[in-house]
């Protein structure tokens, strides 16, 4: 080791060397850092052994420096820097490197020292002192005169000598960067310094530079590696991610932007993401522009949107937007889109199954009653009617799936639908409940009127026939409406009630409308116990028959009768057989009853013919389908002409369309086997069911009874007419007579008379009448001919 004399007078060499070994380790340290920094995807171990080299060089120069220069007060310095260049291998941040180079400028200048500070220098090369160590500790930023020091001082270079604004002997030594941000140190002292300080320090300061440089360099390359990580991310995106500033514009675009959404990167850039977005959504999408721009930086939102393509389709769009404004590398709103049409249209389709009927599309029974329930709940006022609920039953829908097939079927409930769509408004719900059961949610009327105004509406909606595979099928319907009656109504309740109303509109003779009432409850409760007393009521002989006289149109002269059912209840009285006549068929007990009204029938137009020897009359039997497929069908009709020795051509039995399509071939046989018997057959209630003309030809008949429905239209519209004379028509070209039921007004009689009908019934001739009446009719008639 050298000695401290041999030191001080190789004191300048030495300092040559110093100032050398500093240059090439700052140098080394460079060499590392370009090495790492240029040539490796993996830094860390790059740049820990430029550092490494950078600081072991040094060490070792400064040691051959000491092996040349013995000087005690050196070898403290030395120390000193060997120590700080250890330390500075560490610093993890620029104030780091700071802290340790002005503490090792306290340690080397020692007593001396007045205060270190370190200077920055901004980019118009000014210099500002910014943070200040005395030799006991950090120092405020007190006026310390430093400022007048660093005025009018070249910011680089090598270490200078000057005063501060007291006077005091100020060394300002640069701190080198190339790549970090540049410096100075100044150091104050008491009194003048050596001067082998400034080669000390001008190590200090080259230190310093080399860490802060390292510690740049390594930055950037974080930077520019999280860079290059989040652009590959975003360009191999199977999403379209778009980048937008704070106020919306769009200033990037990934290469699947293309692909998704079909645009150009010209045909964004710098235009609004709005402009993307369909018009139902834009409102929606601006609050989530908003949301995201004045969130938390990072926090993120999801959205789902409606986006117009290059193209102008639509697709539905998931997109997740991220806050990143204040992240260095993206600055802006990232949205990342992914197309979801494909899962929504599922999801829709799948929802919309769950929820609707698959034939007509309107909702199936479970959204009905969930609608209904929300309805319910919603209604405040306590004065309205609503919601109100319709219950729509098609009348004899079986005939048109028997006789026209299926297919026909489903397209008459296609119809229906569609008119009950195009009745309503638009918050009111059609509903398909099953088979022809339909309903319709009313959610919004002032009064019972306007309530029962829709139900008039979709009565006349379905009461307009519908052209089926060339046909006009009449999709008659009966409905029931409830409407809400107190503040707890349970939409259970609600479709009960509605559902009994149109019950008792199929009991009033269907094609109608019923309001429930309470006493409906009672009637359903009634039916159950009817059915029960029915079975015993013509054993009892409460099953009465009474007549209604057919007549010759033009002359009024009378023809014959139609028999029919009545039940006197010996409490209930007189019950319809509108209300019986089906009972009657369910439970078999209409073969009984109808052997009882024939026999009447049969042996009291024999009284009236003995009585009215000149005449000829007929007397009309309606038979049921249950009794005519009965075995013993033949023999009953036979016993009753035997026995009332009636004409058997004077017997008249009338079957409806329904029966004849019930099993078309074994009725046939059957009818053919009545008429060898010598009986007439009539069909009833022609025109209500769908007989093919082929099958018609092929039906044993004589007679076709013109349904009262349509002799009552001809009161006003001139379509009926054309129907009335295509029955007319259809009768006479088959060589089979027509008889108009239910003839009520003048009008009606006027029309049928132009039409050429010459038969008929109803009120205006004479309303079904016990026996004794007729006798009195008869024997009135009798009378007047007899006086004429
Ligand atoms: P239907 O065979 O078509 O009988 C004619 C119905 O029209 C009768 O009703 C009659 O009272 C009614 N009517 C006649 N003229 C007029 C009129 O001008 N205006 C109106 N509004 N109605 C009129 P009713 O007696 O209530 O019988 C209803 C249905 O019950 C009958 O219709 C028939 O299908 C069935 N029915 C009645 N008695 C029997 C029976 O003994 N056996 C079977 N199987 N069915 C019966
Ligand atoms: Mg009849
Ligand atoms: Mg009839």
Redesign the pocket.
Known sequence: MASRSEASTAGVPARGWLAATSVLSIGLGFAAIVALVGGSDEPGPWLLAGAAIGACTTILLVRSRLELEPEPRDFAREDVVLELTRALGSAVDASAVRRLVLDAVTDVVGDELRYTAWVAINARGVMYPLEMVGPTGRLDRANLGIEGALQGLAPVGAPRRTVDSAGHPTIVVGVPCRTGEPAAVAVVTLGPADVELDATLDMLGSQAALALDALAQAEALHEKRSEARFQQLVRHSSDAVIIAGRDGRIRYQSPSVVRVLGYLTVDLDGTSFDRLVHPDDVEHVSGFMDQLVHGAPESVRTLDVQLIRADESVIHAEVVGSNLLETPDVRGIVLTIRDVSGRRALEDQLRHQAFHDALTGLSNRALFIDRVEHALARIRRSDVPTPAVAFIDLDDFKLVNDSLGHGAGDELLCVVADRLRTCLRSGDTPARLGGDEFAVLLEDAPDMASVLEVGERILDALHEPVMIDGRSVYARASVGIATRRHANMTPDELLRNADLAMYAAKANGKGCIEMFEPSMHLKAVDRLSIRGELERSVDRGEIAVVY?PIVQLGSRKLVGF????RWRHPERGAI???EF?PIAEDTGI?VP??KH?LNQACGQLATWQAAYPQERWRMS????TR?VLHPKLLETVDEALTSSGLDPSTLML?L?ESVLLTDSEQVLRRLHRLKDLGVQIAI??FGTGYSSLSYLQRVPFDVL?ID?AFIAALRQDRPSATLVRTILDLGRTLGRSAIA????EQIELDGLLELGCELG????FG??AESAVIDEMLAERAAATASA
């Open positions: 209604q139609e028999a029919l059912a319809s057989p509108v006549i209409i009853l109808g009204v039997v309606n038979l049921s009794q009338e409806t009833d209630d009874k009262r039921e239910g003839v009520e019934q109803g009120n205006l309303m079904p």
